[in-house]
Every structure is written in structure tokens, then in C-alpha cells.
């Protein structure tokens, strides 16, 4: 089955330590994004890769790295300088413009739960 | 930048009856796609259906239809014949023909009462 994969689903970390979420897909999409979702908010743009080795910042980049060395893999990282981790992060992926698609959804990972205390 | 509202935060609908979630958009782009997607108490996000900006034919998926307003940059979704399985988050969101990032709305939960 294709699909997008996200580990842990729930996450626990101690203020000021860095903690890296996993996301895996084997759609053989070019395209990777990651969200942040906080209660009574839409999704909020972390950053995003086009293709591998490549990464431009999103909205809310600050806090946060991301690494893309597999077209599969596309890591995030929640570094100490973030100021409220505390939130649903999800992982998406798309077909990239260009590539003469139809349409461009992104399909979403089933997220992680990060709670730092 | 692109915004997406939904002025709606919550709604409600008696199973079997028909209801209507809004979203506007802020663009000054022609070329775009439009998507709503739903989020059960799961989290999973799924999509329920897209919209080619280019296309005036109003996309349709089973009782899921939107009314697509290129020109008042409106995009609604008509849910017909509700059932307690449609209870979840619905999300609007854009995408530009031109770059790789999407704009979601802060959503809608809508309660589905048996």
C-alpha cells in the first residue's frame, strides 16, 4: 500500500532537549511539506521540500530543521529555540508542479503528537 | 500571500439533511486549485474534493458537491444526505498554480445529530 508514515503518533519531551519526527512516504512523490495544527487553527506551514536536498523555510520556520537526503525521508526536528512545541505536527507530500498532473493534492501522513513539558 | 477564511467555526446538520460550509479566498492569480479536506477525530486528513480554478463545471463527488465562484472568490461545499460518519473538521484550502505550498482555512467542525 502506498502512503505516508509518521512516527511516533504520540511524543513526549522534556523542555530544552531536541526531538526529531519521522516521515516516511513511498508514493514516489518529489514534494514533502511539513504543518504545524494548534486547536481552532488551520495548518500552518513549517517548511517544505521540492526535491531532494532542497528545502525552503514555510511560515513558521523559526524553532524548527528539516533535513532531505532520501526523496523518501523528510525529517523534522523541534530544536530547544522553539518556543511552544507543543502541538499535532503533520507530514504531507504532492506531486510537484510541472510534472503535468491534474491536480496537485497533498497527501497528509497521520500525524504526530508532540507534548513538551 | 493567499489567505483562505471560513467564517464558520462550527455547525450543525440532522442526519439526512443537507448542509452548506463556506469559504472565500483572497488571490490575484487566474490559475489555481481548490481542495476541501476533512478531518475525523482520527486526525488523518482526507481529501473530500478539488477544484480546478480553469474548469466553471462545479466539482462533484458522491453527496459531496462544492459551488465554485470564481469571480466572488467563494468555494462552498454542499454535503447532501448528512450521515454521522461526515462528523468531522472540514478544512478549505488553495493552492497556486505557481508555487508548491498550500493555504488552509482555520475550519469548520461540523456535529451531525442522528
Known amino acids: 500500500d502506498g502512503g505516508i508514515t509518521q512516527s511516533p503518533k504520540y511524543l513526549f519531551r522534556k523542555e530544552g532537549q531536541n526531538v526529531t519526527l519521522s516521515c516516511e512516504q513511498n508514493?514516489?512523490?518529489?514534494?514533502m511539506y511539513w504543518y504545524r495544527q494548534d486547536p481552532g487553527q488551520g495548518l500552518r506551514l513549517i517548511y517544505y521540500s521540492q526535491i531532494v536536498n532542497d528545502f525552503q523555510k514555510g511560515d513558521i520556520a523559526e524553532g524548527y530543521s528539516v533535513s532531505r537526503e532520501k526523496k523518501e525521508s523528510f525529517p523534522l526536528t523541534v530544536t530547544s529555540a522553539q518556543k511552544n512545541p507543543t502541538a499535532f505536527y503533520l507530514c504531507?507530500?504532492?506531486?510537484?508542479?510541472?510534472?503535468?498532473?491534474?491536480?496537485?493534492?497533498?497527501?497528509f501522513g497521520p500525524g504526530t503528537r508532540l507534548t513538551v513539558t | 500571500a493567499q489567505t483562505v477564511t471560513q467564517s464558520q467555526p462550527e455547525m450543525s446538520v440532522q442526519e439526512a439533511e443537507t448542509v452548506t460550509l463556506s469559504c472565500t479566498y483572497d488571490t490575484s492569480e487566474s490559475d489555481y486549485y481548490l481542495f476541501w479536506y476533512k478531518q475525523p477525530p482520527s486526525r488523518q486528513m482526507i481529501l473530500v474534493i478539488r477544484?480546478?480554478?480553469?474548469?466553471?463545471q462545479n466539482a462533484t463527488e458522491n453527496r459531496f458537491s462544492v459551488n465554485f465562484q470564481k469571480a466572488a472568490k467563494s468555494f462552498s461545499l454542499k454535503i447532501s444526505d448528512s450521515q454521522l460518519g461526515d462528523a468531522a473538521m472540514y478544512f478549505c484550502?488553495?493552492?497556486?498554480?505557481?508555487?508548491?505550498?498550500?493555504?488552509f482555512g482555520a475550519g469548520t467542525r461540523l456535529t451531525v445529530k442522528p
Open positions: 484550502a488553495y493552492r497556486s498554480a505557481w508555487n508548491n505550498d498550500m493555504r
Open positions: 508514493l514516489n512523490h518529489d514534494a
Open positions: 477544484q480546478e480554478a480553469y474548469k466553471q
Open positions: 504531507a507530500s504532492s506531486i510537484p508542479r510541472g510534472t503535468g498532473a491534474s491536480s496537485y493534492e497533498q497527501y
